[in-house]
């Protein structure tokens, strides 16, 4: 028989594996960060403008499989889907805005409107409102038409 050496010590209950780190303890990038921040913090100042002008908010940030579409909101009877870029200048924030990005929120508005059927509407329409410090925000309306 084997002498017994007493209980072994209890295994760790995650143990390292090389590579890999265990959920809920990812380390975030300081920068991606601070840039999800700006971002939020933009699309919070975008929405209050917007509510200001009259429009009634009807989503934040929703997400589909197509993108993003940071604001949904409505007046009267038309609805616009609101792309929101923050940079250093408007000028740049305009430049940002790339004909990749309007193809999938064009497809993310077209999910949105399939999955909220009770919203009524007449006309749709695509605006950018452009977030730069120090600057009062520009709300481009159509902003997708060339």
């Not at 064009?106 to 409107?113: D, G, H, Q, R, V």
Request: charged share 25%.
């Amino acid at each position: 028989m084997a002498k017994d050496e007493g209980p072994s010590p209890p295994l760790p209950r995650n143990p390292r594996v090389p590579g890999l780190r265990p959920k809920g303890q990812v380390e975030a990038d300081p920068n991606r960060q601070a840039a999800f921040n700006r971002g939020i913090s933009a699309e919070s100042l975008a929405a209050a403008w917007l509510i200001g002008k009259g429009y009634r908010i009807l989503a934040r940030r929703f997400r589909s499989g197509a993108g993003e579409i940071d604001i949904v909101a409505g007046r009267r009877h038309t609805i616009i889907f609101v792309e929101v870029k923050a940079r250093a200048s408007l000028d740049e924030a305009a430049e940002s805005v790339t004909p990749r990005q309007r193809a999938r929120i064009a497809t993310a508005a077209e999910i949105w409107l399939a999955q909220n059927p009770k919203v009524a509407f007449k006309d749709l329409r695509f605006d950018a409102i452009l977030i730069a410090p120090g600057k009062l925000p520009r709300h481009i309306q159509g902003a997708f038409e060339t």
